[in-house]
């Protein structure tokens, strides 16, 4: 299961909150935010990020990708600290832009941490608790190439959210709910080549 602490999605939120008063917000500072060892709200925060508005501004929804792709396969590797290159780090985005974001989505976070809790926990043992961690790893590798496509990253990136945000709270059912756009965009890929042969 998670090793992390299990954590209200509306904590995290304040957090970040607190860090975006200030003119930029560079990405260092989210992580001192939300805490070096928080790997899985380091997947969450640039996923939930890539979904709202503030994806509209060029190159957001590619580093988000990058960031989520990095943590997760440190995750994969069972890294305790994350670590990500100076570069990364580095970007910002401006203080009042992502506190707008925030406060736009704080309707739907405080109704996710109304609805979640621990269920169907078996889904968060081995060998299926490899299972997300694969997933968000391929989600955030191909962010940056769907950023050419209108909303498409937006929309890996809110399965990218909800897996991370099932592992963060023991939800199996927000689980298997987070899969359904995986299985459907799978069943679709596989009949164009079953298709073409």
């Known amino acids: 299961m998670p090793t992390e602490d299990h954590q209200k999605l509306g904590q995290i939120a304040d957090r970040i909150a607190q860090a975006a008063e200030r003119d930029r917000v560079s990405v260092a500072d989210v992580i001192d935010a939300v805490g070096h060892r928080s790997l899985l709200p380091l997947i969450l925060v640039p996923a939930l990020l890539a979904a709202t508005p503030l994806s509209g501004i060029p190159g957001v929804s590619a580093i988000c990708g990058v960031i989520i792709a990095l943590v997760a396969a440190q995750m994969l590797m069972s890294a305790q600290e994350v670590r990500l290159p100076g570069?990364?780090?580095?970007?910002?985005?401006?203080?009042?832009s992502l506190r707008e974001a925030l406060e736009k989505s704080r309707p739907v976070i405080d109704w996710i941490d109304r609805h979640t809790r621990h269920r169907l926990t078996v889904l968060f043992h081995r060998p299926m608790i490899w299972l997300p961690r694969i997933l968000c790893l391929i989600s955030g590798l191909a962010m940056p190439f769907l950023e050419v496509i209108p909303f498409s990253a937006s929309t890996v990136a809110i399965g990218v959210a909800c897996l991370s945000l099932s592992l963060l709270t023991c939800d199996g059912l927000l689980f298997l709910m987070a899969l359904v756009p995986y299985g459907v965009g799978a069943w679709l890929i596989g009949g164009q080549f079953l298709g073409q042969g």
Do not use: P
């Open 87 to 96: 570069f990364i780090k580095r970007r910002s985005v401006r203080g009042k």
